[in-house]
């Protein structure tokens, strides 16, 4: 190998190197805080690892801060609205696609142009309507304004754009129904995208706040992002087991696991829905 070629080679791996290493040092920062004392984090210079590596303070977090409550209602939520998101977005993409009806275009441009409006926006009419229906401080004012999503739409129709009209065309002419079509035929191939779409919605999900906050304030609906930004506040009588890191552990776990285990997935739903 050439030195050009060598230099060619070296150079972008190291640049990807450094970028990598720059990406991942807060996460990195944050796994290894959380296992330090209080008295540590407020150490300078700061040191890297752990003096004593301990477990206490997310053990504390976990059942005197009613973390695990907030664990189970985050996970709750974010995972029956991002099925919901799925589902609806999977088989409106498919009725605009594959249905010919009146004002067809003009109904898919306004379903889309709903991603431009901004979520605080809405936070007054969502409330307006959860207050009248009586779900304040339910899961149902959780979950039902956030059930459609217009990226959602977008994304499906996206990527049906490719899909294969002769397996459509042969299962009507066999006699099977529409909704049998999108169950068994369209639904299994569309995988990729509906994991791509769920991991977003997912992480959208678990990390609202402001919703959660103006449609259930009781504590024992309450969400983790929601706990973590009232965490240092209320921990103040508890300072030998003070440690926000341990906090944030907690809360990103979940989400890392999920990229970890559908990353692969993830990329190649977002790149196929631009195919054609």
Known sequence: MSDRAYRQGVLPATLLWIGAGVMLFPTVWMILSAFK???????YPPTFFPETWSFDYIIYIWNERNFGRMMMNSTFVSTTVTFLTVLSSAYIAYVFRQFDFRYRMPLLYLVIAT??????VLVLPHFQMVYWLG????YQALIVPYALWGFGVFLMYQFLAGFPQDLIEAARLDGVSERQIFQYIVLPLMKSPCVALGIITFLQQWESLLWPLVAANK????????GLATFSGNAVESADLFNPYAAALIAALPLLAAFLAFQRMIVKGIAMTGMK
Do not use: F
Request: charged share 10%.
């Open 219 to 226: 504590p024992e609906m309450q969400m983790l992002p929601a």
């Open 115 to 120: 991603t431009m409006v901004p979520l605080p």
């Open 135 to 138: 779900w304040l401080n339910t």
């Open 37 to 43: 004392a209080p008295q540590e984090l407020l150490v």
